[in-house]
């Protein structure tokens, strides 16, 4: 299997585990709340991506100064500001308002890549799936035509749930661009050591201690794993690839849901899985070579004297 398939088979895994987490979240908060679950749940998955830079990586933890500041930003810009930015939309805005503009998180990427990083070009199928799989993200989210057609934007919830989207967006194009050479699991580690640390934190601080439950534990679980092959997947898959593959998780929630909670599966939903089939599948297609030229004698005298080395080349 190629580089290219096992990052998007990585992603939607990530995606499949990250469905659990509202399906446990929702059985934690039986008997706790959501500042609790984000506190164990930083932790837990600090602690599971140590195992994993322990198995694969020797336990070497080593970063040095220019990705230590990239890891600050992508522990607080994801982690603190965004899932803060999240839960307080959620509590002022519709779920629908949340769930749709969420799912714009491809398009900032696209944006933010042309300029960031310019090296990932992409094809007229990866621009094709993305559109397809934003769709499908959508269907998924809403259920129903009703709660699609009661979409309204320009509340200042939306603006909050905004921010989180352009925030998200932000630490995937930093990955890219300074951190896809560190091991999955190192990433992992520091975003989410740095955020536990603000999260126990502010529990200490506030006198809001609390016992740990089952759930909050699987939550920590999941959430790390699904966190480490999401990684793998960006390391080896352009950052709007991956972001519009991560649109599968409200597909696999709605299974899940369906399946644990009894919550039923709506025909929007439905074929909002036809449709994230075809994205995979644009997705998946083979990039064609990039066409080299040949190198001249003009190539070489004068990059010769330019000092520069000579990277032009027959085509394959």
Not at 152 to 161: E, Q
Not at 241 to 264: C, K
Request: aromatic content about 12%; charged content about 15%.
């Amino acid at each position: 299997m190629n580089p290219r398939s096992i990052g998007i088979l990585s992603v939607l895994l990530a995606s499949f585990l990250w469905a659990f987490e509202p399906v446990l979240a929702k059985l934690s908060y039986q008997n706790s709340d959501f500042e609790h679950t984000l506190a164990v749940r930083a932790s837990l998955v600090t602690l599971t991506a140590l195992v994993y830079v322990v198995v694969t990586n020797r336990g070497n933890l080593r970063v040095d100064r220019r990705q230590l500041s990239a890891l600050v930003y992508v522990a607080f810009a994801a982690n603190v500001l965004g899932d803060i930015a999240y839960f307080l939309a959620l509590t002022r805005i519709p779920v629908v308002n949340v769930v749709l503009i969420g799912n714009l998180q491809p398009i900032f990427i696209v944006m933010l890549g042309f300029l960031v990083l310019r090296e990932e070009r992409l094809s007229k199928f990866d621009y094709l799936a993305i559109v397809v799989m934003m769709t499908a993200g959508v269907l998924v989210a809403t259920r129903s035509l009703e709660n699609l057609m009661a979409f309204r934007l320009g509340s200042y919830g939306d603006l909050v749930v905004l921010s989180a989207t352009v925030a998200w967006s932000t630490t995937t194009i930093a990955f890219r661009k300074y951190l896809k050479e560190l091991n999955a699991g190192v990433v992992t580690f520091y975003r989410f050591l740095f955020a536990s640390l603000v999260f126990t934190a502010y529990i200490m601080v506030s006198s809001r201690f609390g016992g740990v439950n089952m759930y909050q534990i699987m939550i920590g679980i999941v959430v790390g794993i699904g966190t480490i092959l999401y990684f793998e997947g960006l390391k080896r898959n352009k950052a709007a690839e991956v972001s519009s593959l991560e649109l599968s998780t409200p597909l696999f929630a709605a299974v899940l849901s369906f399946l644990i909670l009894g919550e039923l599966v709506t025909q929007l939903q439905i074929v909002g899985l036809s449709l994230l089939v075809t994205g995979v599948f644009l997705l998946s297609r083979r990039e064609a070579p990039v066409a080299y030229r040949c190198c001249s004698i003009l190539d070489f005298m004068f990059k010769k004297g330019s000092g520069s080395n000579v990277s032009c080349a027959c085509s394959p």
